[in-house]
């Protein structure tokens, strides 16, 4: 055996270091460039193969999950009748890149391998990590994938509708991504509302580091329980970032606070507002404590010659987690200002904050904040900062 093994490195010394004396050169050659018209076309096929349908939903993870979705956009089924297959969008047609995209998938297999996302329940919770993954590489390359259909220099913009017209021009213009404006265009949005927004650390390190003083103004950092002992045992409602509290007694870890706010005399009551006749959610209570006069004194009525509807100005003292409280409110609204200018201004130029008066920011906020990848704390602050700096709040 040890002779063979010998023989055989011998041979292959005498191929490799000495080949013209046992081959030909032009058999060399020829030989050299068969194999590399095979391992070419090896690699072409591999790549065609892994790019089609029923490779793409092979794995359960594919097919039960973002498959169905896409089956129930104009990408799938329109009136052209042209269907979008899944390496249209997601593997770049250029060879560099689509050869960098297919190593950046083998993380993707071996998740699929380990289970990572093997079930309905993991994929949705770690479903925004790959969205973001993914728009973030949309981003880097200008949506060229969508681009290879959807060519700004090939569009009639005079066809579409009155309200796409102008931001459609802007994009071409700046040659914008197209994920910038539409996200979710095939396939669901993820949840973002669990997302962490690190701007918010700051803040909170604020809060905790901070002596409260009693009856001293200050205001909720984030949104918290509120607590009618200092035990913090019995829930009562919850008090909104940003609103303005009185500092009172203080045990261990929970801090009282009190809270002068208005609500409408109607139905229970149970959400509290900053000022009269505006809609600044500040707090709400639980249906029992709305109406415990024991719990919430009405202080004065008055009625909105605006609406006709009765307004109560209330007092309510509870207690809450100590360490959540600040004294300041720039701090917020500074990041509060600057998510809305990042966030609102990617598919046309956000209106100023003083635009709109503070009733009329919800229904306006509410409907395109889902264009967005605002978490639900940032966009409670974006709002609370939007509607304190409107045209009848901004003095």
């Not at 803040?203 to 409260?212: E, I, P, R, Y």
Request: glycine share 6%; proline share 3%.
């Amino acid at each position: 055996m040890i002779k063979f093994i010998k023989k055989i490195w011998r041979l292959f010394c005498q191929l490799m270091f000495k080949p013209a004396t046992r081959i030909g050169l032009g058999v060399l050659v020829s030989g050299g460039f068969i194999a590399g018209v095979l391992a070419w076309q090896g690699l072409e096929v591999g790549l065609q193969a892994t790019n089609t349908e029923e490779f793409c939903i092979g794995c359960h993870t594919m097919r039960d999950n973002v498959y169905p979705e896409l089956q129930q956009t104009v990408h799938w089924r329109n009136r052209t009748g042209v269907r979008a297959m899944c390496s249209d969008c997601h593997v770049p047609h250029n060879f560099t890149d689509k050869i960098a995209r297919k190593m950046q998938a083998s993380r993707e297999v071996w998740a699929h391998l380990i289970g990572e996302i093997g079930t309905r329940e993991k994929f949705l919770d770690h479903r925004v990590v790959l969205a973001q993954r993914e728009w973030a590489r949309f981003q880097a390359n200008g949506s060229k994938e969508c681009k290879v259909c959807h060519d700004y220099q090939s569009m009639d913009f005079s066809k579409m509708r009155i309200t796409s017209q102008i931001p459609m021009l802007q994009a071409a213009a700046n040659n914008q991504s197209c994920l910038d404006c539409h996200q979710g265009i095939a396939h669901q949005l993820p949840s973002v509302k669990s997302l962490h927004n690190p701007d918010f650390d700051a803040l909170v390190a604020s809060a905790k580091a901070l002596n409260v003083h009693e009856d001293k103004p200050y205001y909720a950092v984030l949104t918290q329980t509120l607590y009618a002992d200092p035990e913090l045992t019995q829930e009562i409602g919850s008090i909104e970032m940003a609103t303005a509290v009185t500092a009172k007694d203080q045990q261990g870890n929970a801090q009282a606070v009190e809270l002068n706010l208005w609500r409408k005399d109607k139905g229970h009551g149970r959400v509290l507002y900053g000022d009269f006749a505006k809609n600044i959610v500040s707090a709400t209570l639980t249906t029992d404590v709305s109406r415990d006069a024991d719990m919430v004194t009405v202080l004065q009525n008055k009625e909105d010659d605006m609406t006709g509807l009765t307004w109560q100005e209330v007092s309510v003292t509870a207690w809450m987690p100590a360490g959540g409280l600040v004294q300041q409110l720039e701090p917020m609204w500074a990041v509060a200002r600057s998510n809305y200018n990042t966030s609102c201004s990617v598919c046309h130029r956000q209106p100023q904050e003083d635009h709109f008066d503070s009733n009329t920011w919800p229904g306006l906020f509410n409907g395109m904040v889902g264009f967005t990848s605002l978490d639900d704390a940032t966009s409670k602050l974006v709002l609370k900062y939007l509607q304190s700096h409107a045209s009848d709040t901004k003095s």
